[in-house]
């Protein structure tokens, strides 16, 4: 297994473009999440989805879109990027959402918005 | 919503055990209490979930009182590989959709010295 993969691993962007930032996961999992980790901070949650077809908004949501069309991909669109925007994204999965269990993080996509 | 409290960060000596507290005063019936290891430019690591009592695993041990208002992270025989970040996470994801605690605090920076 792969795991959760992310691409791509580094990006940079000028304000106001828009972006798709990729993830996938091979395991099966019907939870899928993204966060965001602004330096010296922890992770806040964006979105988030329990299934295929089902996404919801977590803690940060404003700027981004999610959907989740397969249980394998879970796609996070920046729809006119903003400086405040540059942060490292993770996604993450796990192999059930309630209650929500072990989440299997991927590597981050490191992002600046200049 | 469940907001966690902990060490912004502890010292400690290989060989020795290490204990990372969290406090969780208004945490609800259905949260759970899940850790995890974050090393730098990684995403967390999964250590350890419980719900009440004490949890142990290859790792680590979990150890939780009665009234489920903090918990304990125990790390037996730390090594200089164990220096990194600690998050404790309480929360729950509703099935009916929305989500409560499901983001990271800023956590416990352990380093580990020779």
Same mark, same amino acid.
Do not use: E
């Given at each position: 297994n792969a795991g959760v993969t992310q691409t791509p691993k580094f990006q940079v962007l000028k304000t106001g473009q828009s972006m798709t930032l990729q993830c996938a996961q091979d395991?099966?999992?019907e939870y899928m999440s993204w966060y965001r980790q602004d330096p010296g901070m922890g992770l806040r949650l964006i979105h988030y989805s329990v299934g295929a077809g089902i996404t919801d908004q977590g803690e940060v949501p404003n700027g981004y879109n999610v959907s989740r069309s397969t249980t394998e991909d879970f796609p996070l669109r920046l729809l006119s990027a903003a400086p405040s925007q540059t942060s490292v994204y993770f996604c993450a999965s796990s192999y059930?959402?309630?209650?929500?269990?072990e989440q299997y993080f991927g590597p981050g996509t490191r992002l600046t918005v200049t | 919503l469940a907001k966690t409290t902990q060490p912004i960060s502890m010292d400690s000596y290989e060989g020795q055990e290490v204990n990372i507290t969290c406090s969780h005063n208004?945490?609800?019936?259905?949260d759970y209490i899940t850790w995890y290891q974050q090393f730098p430019s990684q995403g967390p690591r999964f250590i350890i979930q419980g719900y009440k009592t004490k949890v142990t695993n290859e790792v680590a041990s979990l150890f939780i009182p009665a009234d489920r208002k903090s918990s304990t992270l125990s790390l037996p025989?730390? &090594?200089? &590989?164990?220096t990194a970040v600690y998050y404790c996470l309480v929360g729950v994801l509703y099935s009916g959709g929305g989500a409560d605690g499901l983001t990271f605090g800023k956590g416990t920076h352990l380093i580990i010295q020779p």
């Open positions: 395991m099966n999992h059930r959402a309630d209650p929500l269990y | 208004n945490i609800a019936t259905n025989r730390v &090594s200089l &590989s164990d």
